[in-house]
Nanobody, 127 residues
Framework: QAQLVESGGGSVQDGGSMRLSCAAS???????????MGWFRQAPGKEREGVAA???????SYADPVKGRFTVSRDNAKNTLYLQMNSLKPEDTAMYYC??????????????????WGQGTQVTVSS
């Protein structure tokens, strides 16, 4: 069964940087490389929102609030997804989740169904 595990969260000051990782297991290397993967976040009292996504061909998409600051990438040899976050702001504070495309996923973003989720990693940006 597919499993996603995030790491790399923590606390940083306004303007700092952080890199999140998401290790996928339960996939063959070929299957993982064919998946669209995404990063989402949820702040207290707010709905979960899409942050960044990367398709199987490496094309990327970003939510407007993070464009120019965040970079999503993947290493298919390691079945790992990354999110490099620069120029962090207090409003970036949230629980960050990685997600994988699945045919019966209930979350739609950018025309993609996301149905597998990690447990999340907390990112806190202080002013």
């Amino acid at each position: 069964q597919a499993q996603l595990v995030e790491s790399g969260g923590g606390s940083v000051q306004d303007g700092g940087s952080m890199r999140l990782s998401c290790a996928a297991s339960g996939y063959t290397g070929y299957t993982y490389s064919k998946l669209c993967m995404g990063w989402f976040r949820q702040a207290p009292g707010k709905e979960r929102e899409g942050v960044a996504a990367i398709s199987s061909d490496g094309s990327t998409s970003y939510a407007d609030p993070v464009k120019g600051r965040f970079t999503v990438s993947r290493d298919n040899a390691k079945n790992t997804l990354y999110l490099q976050m620069n120029s962090l702001k207090p409003e970036d504070t949230a629980m960050y989740y990685c997600a994988a495309n699945s045919p019966d996923g209930r979350t739609w973003w950018l025309g993609v169904r996301f149905g597998y989720w990690g447990q999340g990693t907390q990112v806190t940006v202080s002013s």
